[in-house]
């Protein structure tokens, strides 16, 4: 939340906190979890977050913008084994 500070907006800040709060269920409550290692978690937000600002820069509807995000962004995490169910968040 700090360094995302300097990036963004103080209106924009909390969604960003809803992908990595909706991380630490599975980080700490299932720590040793497929989908809960540090390549999921760090792969998958990464990914999914690539994908969410290039789509949204890409396609001007917001709702079809958000679907095609986070289909994509879980297609992509599938194919290069990092899947995060948070991730999704975090392209949406």
Not at 10 to 38: E, H, I, N, T, Y
């Amino acid at each position: 939340m700090w360094v995302s500070s300097y990036y963004l907006a103080p209106r924009d800040l909390p969604w960003v906190v809803a992908p990595m709060g909706a991380s630490a269920v599975p980080f700490f409550a299932v720590s040793l979890g497929p989908l809960s290692q540090l390549w999921n978690f760090i792969g998958g937000h990464f990914i999914s977050g690539s994908i969410g600002v290039t789509i949204a820069r890409l396609v001007p509807d917001i709702v079809l913008a958000s679907a095609l995000a986070v289909s994509l962004a879980i297609t992509v995490m599938y194919f290069t084994c990092c899947l995060h169910p948070p991730g999704g968040a975090t392209a949406g």
